[in-house]
């Protein structure tokens, strides 16, 4: 268990935490909300003991190891296998120290902790965490220096998911990812069996992965039971029941200074009047939680094109005359909403790349409306801009006949006020970031927006004022993000890239997740029949079953403890019995993978047999 009780910390003088408190029980998986710049991944600093408090106690479970992702893997040779593998230090210096051991009482020990940490599974493990973030078997044996940033920070991802930590604080997890990657952290985090706390503004995730809701605000904690979406409507409901609470504490000072201003001075009302203003004074004030105004986004408007505005007939694109998408035959009209869905490296961002005017095709042809105009974003232009310049600079370099009121008015519309607007690139947060590079893609009132990963570093207020915005937006959007939440609610039409080709996606969102975990949409599953009650016969037949389950389960659970037990006897590593003691190790993965097995057909009779005895 988690305690956080009575802390406070302050940053040059900023509180951030004034008597905070929470209980976070163990195996609990906790969504981490609240306003950018608060102090949330601060507090993660200070669970960690990186940053000392100034007041009160944070107590970490006994012996609990903490696990978190590093800012990036560094570039080295080192496969993307090897390097999760190494991210379990335990096993790591265990299989060190048994290549050098010669005590045979401590290899003994090493062997045996080894079977208990699952050592002789860790790569199959580390294969699949590293296949559900995106990388193929062939690129799981490539060095790290082959890969971006972006990609090494997956990396740094599976190596913490494969280390397995019993708290597992996560930063935004999802903003290295692509919607199949984020769809298949979501489902692993569900299931992982320590505790989990995740900083995210991804409501898909929080509404998927958790099961309550740790929320910041006013220098406080506060932990909400149930999904991001329960915890919106409790607080929610709570605002209201603060705003009601403090009007009326309003009006009743209202009422009681009004007495005061007219009778303090007059003789005969001046004890009544001394009265009033004591009880003024002792008015607690109630104030509504710091809520933070719908940060809006405000797109210039386009005219309007005849359309479509643009069109591929049989058109191919690639690089260096190698076509990555062929045979495209797509249209685009002015107020289509498209999300662009497919696995990482098939292509959506060299289709966005054509549609944009960035690449040319190969073959086919591309037609698009005469004064079209383009806007793209996509995260690598938040590196692009420049850092000693302020977002004023930057706009006025596009707009320099503009009056400075006009710029600041343009910049205000994107969120970022007088402050940030005079702060260098290099100093605003990545938020701030992302407001400055959508406005600088939008300044033209482009015809067809293209957006890549909008959303990353953006707050959720600011999400629900982007949805807003591509909602009553006149242009046509072509989105590109892990942000399921953001999909659905803002795109109308979905087209699948996928194997060389982009076609229309029939289906809805929800049935494209399903797809990506393999799971069998309750639709398609035929009604089933009132089950007929089984008769004696067919009652014997299935406890003969469940019992001849659990004989081979007790029968390798034997065999299982007396390899075990041969294994720790220090005899079986001298030098002469080497080889016995290797093929014992053989064998001894074996029987586990045979016990596993065993054990799951034998809970498989059981649910049977149980489901007959209760029909």
Known sequence: MLRIEDISFSIEGRPLFERASAVIPTGHKVGFVGRNGTGKTTLFRLIRGELPLEGGEIRRPKGARLGGVAQEVPGTEISLLDTVLKADAERDALLAEAEIATDPNRIAEIQSRLADIDAWSAEARAATILKGLGFSEAEQAMPCSAFSGGWRMRVALAGVLFSAPDLLLLDEPTNYLDLEGAVWLENYLAKYPHTVITISHDRGLLNRAVTSILHLEDRALKLYQGTYDT????????LAVAEAEAKKQEARRAHLQSFVDRF???ASKAVQAQSRLKMIARMTPITTPQEAALKKFSFPEPETLSPPIVALDGASVGYDDKPVLKQLNLRIDQDDRIALLGKNGEGKSTLSKLISGKLPTLSGKMTTARKLRVGYFAQHQLDELNADETPLEHIRRERPDDAPSKLRSRLAGFGIGAEQADTTAAKLSGGQKARLSLLLATLDAPHLLILDEPTNHLDMESREGLVEALTAYSGAVV???????????????????????????????????????????EKARPSKPKPKKPSRAEIAELRQAASTAEARVDKLTSIRETMAAKLADPSMYEPDRMTETEQLQMKFAEVEDGL??????????MERLEVALNT
């Not at 993000?481 to 039409?493: G, I, K």
Request: charged share 35%; no cysteine.
């Open 596 to 605: 596993e097995r065993a054990e799951a057909l034998w809970m498989k009779a």
């Open 264 to 266: 303090r001075y007059k």
């Open 231 to 238: 915890f919106a409507e409790t607080r929610a409901a709570r």
């Open 479 to 521: 989105l590109v993000s892990h942000d399921m939440h953001l999909l659905s609610l803002v795109a109308d039409r979905l087209w699948l890239v996928n194997d060389g080709r982009v076609a229309p996606y029939e289906d809805d969102l929800e049935a494209y997740r399903r797809l990506l975990l393999d799971v069998a949409p």
